[in-house]
C-alpha cells in the first residue's frame, strides 16, 4: 500500500491559483514531499473521526512506537521527523504512512485481517519503510527520468499524475513494484530489529493471503499475495535458521 492518500484528496484541488504557487517538478526534494505530505495528512485527518476506539487506538500507538525507536536509530535522519500516528473507523483505508511518518490506521482492516500484534507490527512495519526509504521521491524521480518534461511543469501536476494519468501509472507500475517487494523485505527486518519473531511477522501475509480474492493474481505494481507471504516464509526462515541475533 502507498499514498492512499492523495488518490482520495485530489478531487477538485487542481486549481490554477493552486499550480500558480506550485515549485516546478524540477525543484522535486525530499523536503517538498515531506510538506506535501504533512498538508494531505492534515485534510484526511479533519475528514476523519480519529482514534474513537481508545483501545485500539493504545495498541496501534504502542506498537508503532516500538518500530518507530527503530526506525529512528536505522533511519537517523527520521529521528527529526514529526512522526504521528492515528486510527480511524473508515473501511475505505486500510494503512498508510506518508512521507515524514505521517501514519493513519483503519480498525475495520485490522479487524477484518483479525490481526494480532505481530502482524500488525509487520503492517506497520512495511509501511513506514515506505516512508524511511523514500518512496513516494524515488516514484517521482522515476517518472521525471521517463519523461523529462515533467521537470517544466508544476510539481502538483505530477502528484497528480500519478495517481491519475494512466500512461504514467503503467510506466511506473514496475517501480511500484519494487518498492512494494522492499517494503515487505525490510519492514520484515525493521520489525524483527525491533523485537518481533519473524515467523509470527510473516502471519500477515497469511492472512492477506487467506482473505485475498485472488492471492495468486499478481499486477503490474503488486506482487501476488502468494508471492508475497512466500517471500516472507523465506525470509522468517533465514532470520530463524541463522540464529542472528536482532541487534540491541
Ligand atoms: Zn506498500
Not at 493552486?18 to 524540477?26: D, I, N, Y
Not at 487467506?210 to 533465514?238: F, G, H, V
Amino acid at each position: 500500500m502507498r499514498r492512499a492518500s492523495n488518490r482520495l484528496r485530489w478531487a477538485g484541488l487542481l486549481t490554477l491559483a493552486l499550480l500558480a504557487a506550485s515549485p516546478q517538478a524540477a525543484e522535486l526534494t525530499q523536503q517538498l514531499v515531506e510538506a506535501r505530505a504533512a498538508k494531505l495528512y492534515a485534510e484526511r485527518l479533519n475528514d476523519h473521526v480519529l482514534d474513537a476506539d481508545a483501545r485500539f487506538t493504545t495498541r496501534v500507538t504502542t506498537i508503532a512506537a516500538s518500530l518507530i525507536a527503530r526506525a529512528r536509530r536505522d533511519y537517523p535522519e527520521t529521528a527529526g521527523w514529526n512522526w504521528e500516528v492515528h486510527t480511524t473507523d473508515d473501511p475505505d483505508q486500510n494503512a498508510d504512512c506518508m512521507a515524514g511518518g505521517k501514519i493513519l490506521v483503519s480498525k475495520a482492516y485490522v479487524q477484518r485481517l483479525e490481526l494480532v500484534d505481530a502482524e500488525l507490527a509487520m503492517l506497520l512495519a512495511h509501511e513506514i519503510e515506505h516512508a524511511a526509504l523514500h518512496h513516494n521521491l524515488k516514484e517521482y524521480q522515476q517518472a521525471l527520468r521517463l519523461d523529462p518534461r515533467w521537470a517544466e511543469r508544476p510539481f502538483l501536476e505530477l502528484e497528480h499524475a500519478v495517481d491519475h494519468d494512466d500512461a504514467l501509472i503503467d510506466q511506473l507500475a514496475a517501480t511500484n513494484y519494487e518498492q512494494e517487494v522492499e517494503a515487505d523485505r525490510e519492514g520484515m527486518q525493521l520489525a524483527w530489529r525491533a523485537g518481533w519473531p519473524p515467523e509470527r511477522l510473516a502471519g500477515y501475509f497469511r492472512k492477506m493471503f487467506r482473505e485475498s480474492a485472488s492471492p495468486r493474481r499478481s499486477k503490474p505494481d503488486y506482487p501476488s499475495p502468494l508471492m508475497r507471504w512466500q517471500a516472507a516464509r523465506t525470509l522468517a526462515a533465514a532470520l530463524q535458521k541463522n540464529q542472528v541475533q536482532a541487534p540491541d
